[in-house]
């Protein structure tokens, strides 16, 4: 194939310098060799050279003689592919090239190396240094991109594909080019993987056909062996000997002149484009039998047959393979593609393969395939042997673990008798407030075990959850990182009902250590603890802590890559992502998302029943359902949370948030009796976690500014304190109620600057906030940013507030100006442009006279306070939403 010599990159440095040479006395004796492998341009260069010589009047000859019959005057002797003449015409040409004093250009491949060719090549050095014919850089691929497909141009990542696809060679790249220039209207081809499933981004069909002509030119042993690199799994010389049944010498040669075709890369690698060619024009049956002799070496050596095993599987060939290759591919398989290990183990027992149904299980449930999990491991819990139906217990027992149906599970895992399958019936118990011990049953013969990774790490989430509940926050905290810890090498194919990651992070969650819950579930992210099972339960909670952070665009992102990928969810995780929703939803003051998810979140409720790991969902639910004044219909679930901590003894670490969450529920629902219970309450356990002891003291101040008593310094401090823990948006809501219900003016500026601090909008600073991590210096000193961007001078106060009544849309929009939103922001609360809101603030200015922004702003807090305390008739009830 000769390409488009006209293209700027195929004259490239030394090709240029080759036509600069002959160009510059056409008169003058030369005598040149162009060498490379094939594809690589030779037949274009030489094509370019004739074509540059007949425009300059000169005879273009190709034909070698026989004999040493010097051209005739004037003329220029070019010939290509000079490894394929015979020993006559390479001695003759050699002659001719000896005598010095003819015009001569000779191109010939790196192999075969036949001695009249090392002779000729020999006498062509002499004269001059070849022309080396090399892969094309990323630049030069990129140029020729540009030049052959400028429809093609604007996708920044087409060079890049096509340097890939073709390893540079000038052959495959012009063919590559041409093709998705003719397809322009599709996505450039991804790169498949070895073995991995023929997808619709394959490179077109006509790309491939191209390449049959250079694979009909090849011995039946190099397209064996293109076959076999095909498959993507290293060979080594003996290896390819004891297929190709040749000598190491044998193949050697075969592998360099398979290269000199210009079919391999420099490193006898195949490129991704030749193997796509090789694979699709190669007859089935040629293909498979190559793959099957392979997996059999393999097997036999001891070697990885996942890449074989795919690559059969990618062309539909699965069926005819040896039961061990597809059992152990499976087991290779099963960390890091559950759900292909499930596949790979049914196709064995399709063929006969004994127990494979037990690991099929265990592969299905890591994958999230619990319906099938299910399904395998109840027909083995009656007619499997006894170690099959311990196993089968505990996918049953996990599987049901992830439903919600914790009783079942604690029940199978006792049955199990492993040790880790008790020590998780430990913590299934505790979970629920259920009795604790309880013989193991039949299902394994010894009811012991070695004493692997998995079994430790379920020993110490048992202990971990036992100490959160009757030891110290920081026993348990450290109990269960450690378990986590210990998981971190090989936990992706533990059978866990639930994750030491998600307990730790729940456990720091509960005690204000946000930062510790983030690392740990990041480091179980990285490495894939749990499986595909667990990974959406580690980004929901990761969700989770960036809503209690305030960083609710976030929370909203990381929930929707969480719930959008992969199956429906499971009861647990449906819970979470539901609440996750709807806390957004909330604090975002998104009354309409609320009612529409409120339905859905009575569903989640419903479907999981009540246990310890399930309270923060919970809490927030309580708060949405008195937002929207439905809180008895979640009233009996919350009396089975309180009833589970009573009977397990009313452990702070656990009860503290659920009793916060209720607190906010009760002022909601104008139920000041319960909210003065759940903040004696929290008082009672002040001294038990950080958490406790900040929620205590916030409650108190929360009570406090319901009933009007605000001091704003203890005001402050209380928000400090959520704001330390990592509880920013709580810390802001406190701060910006008491703000618009103090009478204090000064007062009310520096709480609403508080609060802009602690919703990470420091106005007028660019810098970090002062005072205790970053939190605003208190109300009775120290420096604070400006309210409003703007100084408030003494002279702003006034004696009289203005009697003119504002609509209530205008009291919607000023009480978020107040709370430091921007028009778009407040825009986006209210369903109205930013250029609306801005309408509104001017009305506003105007209706009440104020002669600037300060004064405004002024006049807003009283006339917003007023209206409250007057609204608000000192009961409980908050005008928005906590």
Known sequence: MIMNVERPLLLSRERRSLLDRLAADPAAPVALGVTGLGGHGKTALLGEVARRCRQAGQTVLTTVPATAEPPEPGSVLLVDDAHLLDDARLGALRALVDTGRHRIVVGYRPWPRCAPLVELVDALRRQAEPVLLVPFTPAQTAAVCAAAAPELVGRADLADHVQAQTAGVPRDVDRLVRGLSATSGSTPPATPGPGEPASPDEPPQSVLVEFGPDLDRLTPDARCLLLALAAGVPLTVDLLGALLDRTPGAVAELVTSTRAAGLLTADHRIAPLVRHAVVALSPPTDRTAVWHRLVDQRLARGGTVLPLISSLRAVGALGDCPVPALRAAAEEALAEQPALAAELFAAATAAGGGSAPGRQAVA?????????????????????????????????????????????????????????????????????????????????????????????????????????????????????????????????????????????????????????????????????????????????????????????????????????????????????????????????????????????????????????????????????????????????????????????????????????????????????????QHVAALTAVADRSRYAAVAATAAASWVDVLRGTIDPARVEAAARGLYDAGYCWDAARLAGQAAIRTSNRRAMTALLDCARVFQGRHAGAKGAPTGGRGAPTGAKGGQRPPAGGAALPAAAEVDAVPRSELSEREHEVAELVLAGLTYREIGDRLFISAKTVEHHVARMRSRLNCANRTELLALLRTLVAERVAVAAGGAWRERTTP
């Open 364 to 676: 299905a449930l890591l994958a999230g395939d619990l319906d099938t999990a299910l399904r395998l491991a109840d027909r083995l819990l009656t007619g499997a042997a006894p170690d099959d139906r311990a196993e089968a217990a505990a996918v049953a027992a996990t599987a049901l673990a992830h439903r919600g149906q914790v009783g079942r599970s604690v029940e199978l895992y006792r049955w199990s008798g492993t040790p880790a399958a008790s020590a998780f019936a430990e913590i299934g118990s505790l979970a629920t407030a259920a009795a604790v011990g309880g013989a193991a049953g039949p299902g394994h013969p010894s009811g012991g075990g070695p004493p692997t990774l998995g079994a430790g790490a379920a020993r110490l989430m048992a202990e971990g959850v036992r100490a959160s509940i009757d030891g110290t926050p920081t026993t348990a905290l450290s109990t269960l990182v450690q378990a986590a810890a210990l998981l971190e090498p090989d936990g992706r194919t533990v059978l866990l009902p639930d994750s030491p990651a998600a307990l730790a992070a729940l456990t720091a969650m509960h005690c204000a250590e946000l930062d510790i819950a983030e690392r740990v579930l990041d480091r179980a992210t990285a490495s894939g603890i749990g499986g595909p099972l667990l990974a959406r339960r580690h980004l929901l909670l990761r969700a989770w802590i960036l809503m209690l952070r305030g960083r609710t665009a976030a929370a909203a992102g990381a929930a929707a890559a969480a719930t959008t990928s992969g199956g429906p969810l499971e009861s647990r995780d449906l819970l979470f992502a539901t609440a996750l929703e709807l806390g957004v939803a909330r604090r975002n003051s998104d009354l309409g998302a609320l009612q529409r998810g409120w339905g859905h979140a009575l569903d989640a409720v419903v479907r999981h029943p009540v246990d310890l790991f399930t309270l923060l969902p919970l809490g927030e639910l309580a708060i949405t359902a008195a937002r929207l004044g439905d809180l008895d219909r979640l009233e009996p679930h919350l009396h089975q949370a309180r009833a589970l901590l009573g009977r397990l003894g009313d452990p702070a670490l656990w009860s503290a948030p659920l009793h916060w969450s209720e607190l906010h529920a009760a002022i909601l629902a104008d139920r000041p009796g319960a909210a003065e």
